[in-house]
């Protein structure tokens, strides 16, 4: 009998909790506010709740296990590590341990990023593909790199931060790891915000947002209704993703690349630029051999559903 | 009975051809320059010659047969690609096929870079890694990227061009490839004299270079004798060279980067200010787990080497 899991997807701003089945449907989700936990053990207490509620209202009795996918994540230890950029919780968290001993079932743990590339793989639009590359765009940017048929991991399980590849050496955007110019301070949420304000400074366009705060939906749904603006912001973004996927297809050379997460929901906004730059900034022994794509899971579910595949597979 | 072996190494400048024993020592070589040809055919057969006079030379009756380390190669097809940046042979080269047809051996055929990853792991100082990168600096920059215990191919077995990684996108530098801002167009022999070159301009240190063409080999030599404008291109150099490894890091976590190529002769004129560099700009996680290396191969054999072992690997 091919069992039931849980797959968890830990984001800087959201933790995604859900019960999938072996088809990679999600029958049903739980989600937390990473940001309000500053103490794991309120926060891992509140995930095994939330995984209780969800085997209670679903009738389930066993499970395979949990599947977590999570930034600064080693699979080989079950930890989080320490000074996760994006987190509030700064210590090194033994989240599988942690978990397990509450719940009693078993708990893996992979690399955010990796679990959607696994996800994608398994699930999604990468089906039959031995070459591609993850870029999850959201309170940061990660990566998931598959070549040769095989998910890379590197020493120390620490490869596929593409997010923290430097596509501007000159920038003086610092980015919460401390350096400059990382493909994050433009692609991630904060990155186009950033943009949009820049962009706005120099007046070329109106600025016609008129909320409290902005939020990368907000400029992404302005996007969506033609804001010249907010075009303008997505189209920057564009750019020095471009840069860093140009790069990133010199590395590892994949038939395509997956675009996940919040910021992707602006669609032909991001995508059309993103394809001219791409194509523009491309080494030319790639040319029109790379597929630019987005996520084919619903939902952007290919974290949670890759996390939950882990268990599968251990 | 373990076999000889014949290893070539294709650069952009020479061709080197060396009788390789099983334990990795290159027993004779010989040399063709590579810029001297235009017809394959005349190219081929000089090759076939030389490889005939270092089996006479050495009473040679069998060997096991003919590796090949070449740019833009396809070790599926056997073929040197169209339009090689840095060739003057712009058609597809069948050099596998050519070579075979007149020598009667097994021919084999792989990446230049990706022949001097597999050197340096057989014979040289990543013998023992299962994650590392090579970098060749040469007349363009090469890489071969070695990670979980394996070389990556990617798609089209087109990975591992970091010297085609856009290091600084703001750049005016117009590479071969067509593109600006490549790592090649600083960390090559001709990047490295440009770089002089620009710092000569700029008259903050004097000009003491006397001789009719500038060469890379100059700039070392004046370098490695302490000439302050020579130090302050290769400062230069070792900064760009440093981004560019930075972001590799981020990509696939390697233990160690192994330089190897003529400019690395200039050692600790290079290396000093690109481990300062490489520290400032990597990714913290990365922090005092990433060594910088020269090839541990002598007289940078890494790619003929591993040519040689790519025939013992069919």
Redesign the interface.
């Known amino acids: 009998m091919i069992e039931l899991a849980i797959g968890i997807d830990i984001g800087g701003t959201n933790t995604d909790i859900g019960l999938v089945n072996p088809d990679g449907k999600v029958l049903q989700r739980k989600g937390l506010k990473t940001q309000e936990y500053d103490d794991p053990k309120l926060y891992v207490r509140d995930i095994a709740e939330a995984i209780r509620d969800l085997l209670l209202e679903n009738d389930v009795k066993t499970i395979a296990g949990v599947g977590i996918g999570a930034p ?1 994540a080693h699979f080989d230890t079950g930890c989080i ?1 320490a ?1 996760t950029a994006n987190l509030r919780m700064k210590k090194e968290i033994p989240i599988c341990e942690m978990l397990q001993r509450i719940l009693n079932i078993p708990v893996t743990l992979s690399n955010d990023a990796d679990a959607a590339a696994l996800g994608e793989h398994i699930y999604g639009g990468a089906k039959l593909m ?2 591609f590359v993850t870029i999850t765009l959201g309170t940061g940017v990660g990566s998931g ?1 598959f ?2 048929g ?1 998910l ?11 997010g ?7 920038s003086d955007r610092l980015c919460s ?3 400059k110019g990382c493909l994050e301070m433009y692609a991630s949420a904060r990155g186009i915000c950033q943009t949009y304000r820049e962009e706005a400074a120099k007046g070329e366009f109106p600025d016609t947002f008129k909320g409290a705060e902005l939020t990368c939906k907000d400029v992404g749904e302005m996007a969506v209704a033609g804001d010249p603006l907010a075009l303008k912001a997505y189209d920057t973004t564009a750019y020095w993703l471009a ?1 860093g996927m ?3 297809a ?6 395509a690349f997956f675009l996940m997460g919040g910021p992707t929901r602006a669609g032909e906004a991001l995508l059309q630029p993103l394809r001219r730059y791409f194509a523009e ?1 491309l ?4 040319k029109d ?2 597929s630019i794509l987005l996520s084919q899971l619903q939902a952007n579910d290919a974290a949670l559903l890759g996390a939950a595949a882990l268990i599968h597979l251990k």
Chains 1, 2 share one sequence.
């Open positions: 600064n590590g000074d031995q070459h790199i070549v040769d095989r890379i991991h590197g020493h120390g399980c620490m490869a596929g931060e593409l923290h590849a430097i596509v501007n050496p000159l790891c401390g350096r840069i140009a790069n990133a010199s590395f590892c050379s994949p038939e900034n080494l030319y022994i790639y051999k790379i």
